[in-house]
């Protein structure tokens, strides 16, 4: 029973060191992983714009995966439209049906102001640089 608390003592400091470590490095990570909000057309031809959860794909993908043959690695340095990812590319190297689903409900990318499909993006953006 004794060893049983000191167990439990010793995983809730340890939780609660490595919490404060992550809340130290936060910042950054979130400048370069957050949600990113891609909107160079969307509002100006009445879609909602798009939140591309960065760190749901960098969790199961390789940087090299995208970067920097698919996207630039700048926010706003690629210009990516519906045509573009139809023919299959950006986003539609893997939104095709095969890789991932394939976009043809709308509401899962354009979520900006309203994420109707409950998706699990932080909602959060990046800051500016
Ligand atoms: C896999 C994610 C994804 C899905 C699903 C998706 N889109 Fe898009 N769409 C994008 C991205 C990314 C852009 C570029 C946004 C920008 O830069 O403004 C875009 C841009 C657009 C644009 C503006 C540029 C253009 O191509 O005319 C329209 C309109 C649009 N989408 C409509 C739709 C409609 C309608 C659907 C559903 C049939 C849809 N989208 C589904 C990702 C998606
Ligand atoms: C599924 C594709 C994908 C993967 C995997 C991915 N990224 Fe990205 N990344 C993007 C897209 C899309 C953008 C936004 C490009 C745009 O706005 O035109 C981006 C933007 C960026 C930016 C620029 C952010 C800014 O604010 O300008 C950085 C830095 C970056 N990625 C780093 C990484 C790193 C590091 C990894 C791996 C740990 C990674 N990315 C994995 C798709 C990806
Ligand atoms: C390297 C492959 C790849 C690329 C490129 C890619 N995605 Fe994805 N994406 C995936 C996979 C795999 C999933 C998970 C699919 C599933 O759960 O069935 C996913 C899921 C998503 C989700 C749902 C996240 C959630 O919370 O469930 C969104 C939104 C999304 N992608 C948007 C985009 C947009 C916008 C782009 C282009 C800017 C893009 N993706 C480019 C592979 C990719």
């Known amino acids: 029973m004794r060893h049983f608390r000191f167990l439990m003592v ?8 490595t919490g404060l470590v992550w809340v ?7 400048a370069e992983y957050a949600d990113i909000i891609i909107n160079k057309h969307a509002d100006k031809e ?5 939140m591309f959860p960065h760190w749901f794909h960098r969790i199961r993908f390789k940087c090299k995966a ?6 630039i ?8 439209n519906m045509s573009t990812i139809m023919k299959g590319n950006h ?4 939104h095709n049906g095969r890789i991932a689903w394939a976009p043809l409900q709308c509401g899962l990318c354009h979520s900006v ?5 409950g998706l699990l993006t932080t909602g959060t ?4 640089k």
Do not use: T
Request: with cysteine; aromatic share 4%.
């Open 24 to 30: 130290g490095f936060a910042p950054k990570a979130d």
């Open 46 to 50: 009445g879609m909602q714009p798009v």
């Open 113 to 117: 102001g309203g994420n109707p499909d």
């Open 91 to 94: 986003c539609g190297k893997c």
């Open 10 to 17: 010793s995983l809730v400091l340890l939780a609660a060191v």
């Open 125 to 128: 953006q990046a800051p500016p």
């Open 66 to 71: 995208c970067h920097e043959d698919i996207f």
């Open 73 to 80: 690695m700048k926010r706003g340095a690629n210009d990516i």
